[in-house]
């Protein structure tokens, strides 16, 4: 089993991981120092918001979820009188200048596949703070459980894909693709989510990212271009598409997609398809099994 991403964690630490679950999260622990140390660490917790708080003019309303990279919360702008995402990242103090110009830059890309940052800044004693769009649904990685079909596997990732395209034709790399940080709203519409504390530029032996997802040159700590996130996107889409993480040597299956997800899993990086080729395979994918 990878290392344990954010929401298991905290699915774990409050009894709502599915029991089939909870005996591999404990297998891994015994075996995985680093996440018994983020274990502890998510369990005493970052320090909490309470219901009320007003948090940079944004009024407190709960905690949506915490782990070991901060806490998120929905709250409420009075002024514009809507609802937002209000997520408070922990951050490693060498990041934090590399954080707000990388976040800046995001909250310039608009696209419907992308969430929407609607400000950033700094709060006493929390430090830096991330307003955004509050998706109403739930992640890929919880609708992965009722192991969707084909044609659905194949209608999310294309949103999921066309949003970090427009993330790539800002300039920008998301660092940190996988299925806790894809939302899917109750209208079914697809964002890409959690790019601001994966996007920091890392200083120099500081590896971001879940080692699970994470493609060789990122694990190694080497400069990454877009080409590291189609890594992630491809092992994400085998795990949708399969049912588990692809493993060394695993037949992925024939057809177009499938050889374009062994391609996509490529360790030489240049061997990789764009995430254009992957847009126009899913948008054909999605055709035909419409059509079908």
Partial sequence: MACLGENTISAFLGGTLPEARVALVESHLDECADCRRLLRFTAAGPERLEAG??????????VLGAGGMGVVYAARDPLLRRRVALKIPLLDPRLSQPFLAEARAMAR????????????????DLGVFIAMELIEGRTAWQWLLEKPDAAEVARVFLQAAQGLAAVHRAGLIHRD?????L????????????FGVAQAAAPSGLVLGTPAYMAPEQLRGEAVDERADVFSFCVALSEAMNGARP???QALGAGALAGLIRRGLAADRTQRPMMAELIAQLTRETSNRRAG
Avoid at 177 to 181: G, R, S
């Fill in 247 to 249: 493993a060394a040597g």
């Fill in 53 to 62: 708080a007003d948090a940079g003019g944004y009024i407190v309303e709960s």
């Fill in 177 to 181: 693709f996988k299925p806790e940080n």
């Fill in 183 to 194: 939302l899917i709203g109750a209208d079914q519409r697809v964002c890409v989510s959690d």
């Fill in 109 to 124: 890309v608009s696209h419907r596949n992308v969430v929407t940052i609607y400000r950033i800044g700094e709060l006493p």
